[in-house]
């Protein structure tokens, strides 16, 4: 066998390779840069690379098409025919697939396909770095000591398939997370954003930002459980509507297992979710919030399929002016629920007539409100309602009159996204954000604060 390590030879050779009736390569070239400091130093950084390969090969046989998937990573020119033909042993071992469709063709080719993958480094923190150091000093001089990471992936995705596609798709994600303690280490704040490039965050102003929240904590006010209005900040919008996203596939709607169900059958397609103007929506060509322009699934599962692979995506609004307008869908789901295809995209968009920041918003608060700054600890509590539970952290902040008066306890809440959105009276600017609990997964979002009269603050909890 000849020597090849382009991942595009990769792809090529893994295609001549085939003995099935279909095949699709995915080789995904990874590239990542850290930074990590603990007390206003750096304590850590590093680069790495690799490689993951996915063959999926696919059987026709009389009862129907069955798939094999089989992944690899650091993979080289003489591992591909035992991965190719695991594949093939896989999909011939296998019953028909239930999300069988014929494989994607006619779609044109990256025209950058057979050039090198795009790669991150240390150079990615140029301008970061140093603006971090400037914000260590100035948090040493405060009294305040600085912990967390700076992260930047970059993904170089090449997918070629036997029918003729071959697609490229290079994928950038930076996080930066920033905790500031107080020396005593009694009072904590958090702050988080996502970046393509690192040139577009500022440590300086998230140490200020931090800073305010730990003198806001000098005061701590005692609160018990119970319905609060409640100004959530975008990172938690975030989390909530991105669990939102991801139980709103069409089969389990219609099939009656999920909030998006119409009781006595079918959905709730077409119902007004929210009086708000709201509409949440996925681009995979959003400034700021680029992702994959067509569909790429190493497996398949309630919303992808492995035969949807290269389905080029478009602009889809699930929920548009307050109505539920789509739920996801691969072909085969479409095709038995008779809904329109709507893949899921990788980043998520609400959109409102707000125009107010989240300060903005305290300061035009009377009477009591809470203003949180994150959740974590998601979990689901009932599918039909979508009912999630969770927890506060890193400070929740008491608002008398436009006025922040000092931090109260953690709290534990129970609350439905779906019935947030019927219930939210204000909808803040939509802004670029980082969401706490699901950044390891999904960290293209924008959102807007939202002020929710009732917020249900179900019991009191002890965590920071």
């Known amino acids: 066998m000849s020597r090849v390590s382009k991942p595009y030879e990769i792809v090529e050779r893994a295609l001549e390779l085939s003995t099935t009736d279909g095949l699709v390569v995915i080789a995904d070239e990874h590239s990542s840069a850290n930074l990590r400091w603990a007390g206003n130093a750096l304590t850590t950084n590093g680069v790495t690379r690799g490689r993951t390969l996915t063959v999926i090969a696919t059987v026709d046989g009389a009862e129907g098409t069955a798939s094999g998937v089989v992944s690899r990573s650091a993979v080289t020119a003489d591992d591909l025919e035992p991965l190719v033909r695991a594949a093939e042993a896989a999909a011939r071992g296998a019953g028909p697939a239930e999300d069988a469709q014929p494989l994607v063709s006619g779609v044109p080719s990256s025209p950058d396909f057979t050039d090198a993958p795009a790669e991150t480094g240390s150079e990615v923190f140029a301008d970061f770095a140093p603006a971090l150091g400037d914000a260590f000093a100035r948090a040493r001089s405060g009294g ?25 798709h290079d994928q950038p994600t930076g996080t930066l997370e920033l905790n500031a303690k107080s020396p005593d280490r009694t009072r904590s704040a958090w702050a988080g954003r996502s970046t393509r490039d690192f040139k577009d965050v500022d440590p300086a102003a998230m140490d200020a930002e931090l800073a305010q929240r730990l003198r806001w904590a000098e005061r701590r006010i005692d609160l018990p459980a119970g319905r609060y209005e409640t100004l959530l900040p975008p990172t938690a ?42 509409t949440l929506r996925s681009d995979p060509h959003a400034p700021g919030l680029e992702s994959a322009p067509f569909v790429i699934a190493h497996s398949s599962g309630d919303s992808a399929s492995v035969f949807d692979n290269g389905l080029p995506l478009a602009p889809t609004d699930w929920i548009r002016d307050g109505k539920l307008e789509r739920l996801t869908t691969t072909r085969h789901s479409a095709a038995l629920t008779g809904l329109p295809v709507a893949p899921a995209i990788d980043n998520l968009v609400l959109d409102g007539s707000g125009e107010r920041s989240l300060e903005e918003m305290v300061a035009a608060t009377t009477g009591r409100a809470l203003l949180l700054t994150c959740l974590w600890y998601i979990r689901e509590v009932d599918p039909a309602t979508l009912l999630l539970t969770g927890l506060t952290r890193d400070g929740v902040y008491l608002v008398e009159d436009g006025q922040v008066v000092g931090e109260v306890n953690n709290f534990r809440f ?51």
């Open 144 to 168: 305040r000591m600085l912990y967390g990471f700076a992260n930047h992936e970059l993904t170089s995705t090449y997918l070629g398939t036997s029918t003729g596609l071959r697609l490229r």
């Open 237 to 278: 919008v975030a989390d909530l509507l991105i669990y939102q996203l991801w139980s709103s596939t069409a089969r389990d709607a219609v099939e009656g297992r999920t909030v998006f169900s119409q009781p006595g059958g079918g959905t709730r397609l077409g119902e007004t979710l929210a009086p708000l103007p709201l």
């Open 414 to 464: 129970n609350e439905s996204p779906v019935d947030l959105l019927s219930r939210a009276s204000e909808a803040g600017r939509t802004e670029k954000t980082l969401p706490r609990e699901w950044g390891d997964w999904f960290t293209r979002a924008a959102m807007p604060a939202l002020r929710i009269p009732d917020f249900n603050m179900s019991s009191v909890s002890q965590g920071v």
